[in-house]
């Protein structure tokens, strides 16, 4: 028990040593203002683009499916000013401000893919360019499975509506179906953070390696929003001191709050390769004594 007490221990000073240590607070600053200068390019690219596929509800699912993980009260209003854009006409897709909002989009997927590259103790080796150009892909794939979201939620109706009639027995699978709701949301975050994990830094990981940094972003994301929440209802007035850029505020606090989060979750991951926890764990199961591990895993060490 003293052991296994004492490797926790190491593990969570090593990623909050190294978070600090290599300009982690910074880091997150930038993952945050990043996020949010994309996050209006990204809903105008895949609205287009969504558009010209035939996914006309792009705009709504996308908007539900970034925002219901968010507190209300700093959903809300930036929720509101994204509809607001999104139903400006902005001519066919390959115009230039199309294009150019899809490059700025994928600089927040750069901004991941950097913060990463830190957590996990890499050195980026692909040229600058090929990364752009995955983060491109990235944008696009993103907007694709949102579209294809947003078309499935609007044949559910239809497809309960005929199965009540001809298919009795398949109106409470289709039912469940169209009340998925938050639990949607979750499960493409959740798919997200193992796609950022796995494939945007540099090096390779296994997907066993980054699912305990994803299981942790996901429980203080929660409890992070909650809290937040429950600080802006009771004591916060940024309306007091930033006037009408009260809401704009408001997001970025939240989203360094989540940057933060996101960098400790793959510090930990890098944490557990790096003392070979996986490894002791599976000794222990098989029946063998817990040796400390001080030596650092050579594969994943700098």
Partial sequence: MFATLRLAYKVAFDAYFHFAEDD????????????????????????????FLGADSFSETAVHLIFDTWPEA?????????????????????????????????????????????????????????????????????????AAISTVLVAVPVALAFAEERFPWMTDFLSTMSSLGVYGTIIVLFTGLVIAHLWLPAGRRRLLDVLPGIVLTLLFWVAGALLFASYLATFANYTATYAGLASVMIVLVFLYMIGVIFML???????????????????TINGKTIKESSEPDQAVDI
Wanted: glycine fraction near 6%; avoid cysteine.
């Fill in 24 to 51: 982690g607070w910074a880091m997150a600053s930038h993952v945050a203002l990043s996020i949010l200068l994309a996050l209006f390019p990204f809903l105008i690219f895949g609205t287009a683009l969504a558009g």
């Fill in 74 to 146: 700093i959903a809300a209003p930036i929720a509101a000013q994204v509809q607001q854009v999104l139903t400006i006409p902005r001519g066919g897709l390959l115009t230039v401000s199309v294009l150019a909002a899809a490059y700025f989009a994928s600089n927040g997927v750069e901004a991941l893919r950097i913060s990463l590259n830190r957590a996990y103790r890499v050195s980026e080796t692909r040229w600058w360019y090929v990364t752009r150009l995955w983060s491109l892909f990235y944008v696009l794939m993103a907007v694709i499975i949102f």
């Fill in 265 to 283: 979750g793959a510090e930990v991951n890098a944490a557990l390769m790096k003392y070979q926890v996986r490894r002791i764990i599976k000794r």
